[in-house]
Nanobody
Framework: QVQLVESGGGLVQAGGSLRLSCVPS????????MGWYRQAPEKQRELVAR???????KYADSVKGRFTISRDNAKNTAYLQMNSLKPEDTAVYYC????????????WGKGTLVTVSS
């Protein structure tokens, strides 16, 4: 089993920046993919960005050029640097992780709230 703990959320003005961190514990060497998802009020959860153990990345079109996902493979810690934040980025951000060969996200954190004021 793997547990994921997010941190770094908060309130920021539009145009500002935040950096989210996701620290795993447990069987961390089983993790292949790590990612960030978000869910805004009354909306479905959506992928923000993900990164594989080989550092291949994928971003939602809405965050390309503004957000950067990175990973410390030694610690399997994932980060999401968010720049040029917009009010529409307001959401609960969840860290997720997928095991090797799984094809899906197997583990989820409890989420951290990001609020962007206009």
């Amino acid at each position: 089993q793997v547990q994921l703990v997010e941190s770094g959320g908060g309130l920021v003005q539009a145009g500002g920046s935040l950096r989210l961190s996701c620290v795993p514990s447990g069987n961390i060497f089983s993790i292949d993919v790590m990612g960030w998802y978000r869910q805004a009020p009354e909306k479905q959860r959506e992928l923000v960005a993900r990164i594989s153990s080989g550092s291949m990345t994928k971003y939602a079109d809405s965050v390309k050029g503004r957000f950067t996902i990175s990973r410390d493979n030694a610690k399997n810690t994932a980060y999401l640097q968010m720049n040029s934040l917009k009010p529409e980025d307001t959401a609960v951000y969840y860290c997720a992780a997928g095991r090797y060969g799984s094809g899906t996200m197997d583990y989820w954190g409890k989420g951290t709230l990001v609020t962007v004021s206009s």
